[in-house]
């Protein structure tokens, strides 16, 4: 089933543009997801499969989302959560239902894509690196299209460790023969962004209302790497 139609996030943001920057080396580029390529909102969706009357809406949503990195790190299955998630929100609610709500969760960060499609003509090699699980992924990628710019993509349920493990970050460097200081990791989490300069990353926390900052490093940041 596909997920509910997804609105793009629009920031307004100055003009800039990384087209200028054609003659530079080719750089690598790990991408994060959530609240970068995607914004996105667990609670507001799976509470639209409880009535309002339901008690204890926000505990049962709450439970549920405090195992959720249990099925990004691949230590339960996606059948497994499912059944176990049904069992706390009752109700009748149904395994295609829950997908349907735990996938309707995504608003797109169009800012972002603009600068993605611009380094993707470039020529630059890019990177998925996401805490994800296996109801997002793969069905994530053809419900975006615009995902087929990255072809490759490092996913925590698939490699069996989250970001900020050390692990993690060691499996993207040897599985992809990276080169760190010549790498751009962007992310939203401080936590992981510490974790990615431990490993000598060149490292933006980015900040979805805050594009333009984002913009103006890169910049200045692919002018430095030419």
Not at 49 to 65: A, D, Q, S
Request: net charge negative; glycine share 4%.
């Amino acid at each position: 089933m596909r997920g509910a139609p997804f609105y793009l996030l629009t920031i307004n943001t100055p003009n800039y543009s990384i087209t200028d920057h054609l003659s530079q080396v080719k750089m690598v580029f790990l991408f994060d997801i959530g609240r970068v390529l995607l914004d996105f909102d667990f609670e507001q969706s799976l509470k639209q499969l409880l009535p309002p009357e339901t008690p204890g809406v926000n505990e049962r949503i709450k439970c549920i989302l405090g195992k959720k990195e249990i099925l990004e790190a691949g230590l339960i299955t996606s059948d497994e959560y499912t059944s176990w998630a049904l069992e706390v929100l009752q109700n009748n609610v149904t395994a295609t239902q829950f997908h349907h709500a735990w996938r309707s969760i995504f608003t797109v960060n169009k800012p972002m894509w603009k600068n993605v499609h611009e380094l993707a003509e470039i020529g630059h090699r890019l990177i998925l690196i996401s805490n994800i699980n296996s109801i997002h992924y793969p069905w994530i990628i053809t419900e975006f299209p615009q995902f087929s710019y990255f072809e490759e993509a490092i996913l925590s349920f698939k490699i069996g460790y989250l970001k900020p493990q050390t692990e993690f970050y060691q499996h993207a460097i040897s599985h992809y023969n990276l080169v760190p200081e010549e790498t751009i990791y962007i992310d939203d989490l401080p936590q992981n962004i510490t974790a990615g300069r431990q490993f000598q990353f060149q490292c933006w926390c980015y900040d979805l209302y805050k594009h333009s900052d984002f913009e103006q490093w890169l910049n200045k940041t692919l002018r430095v790497n030419r």
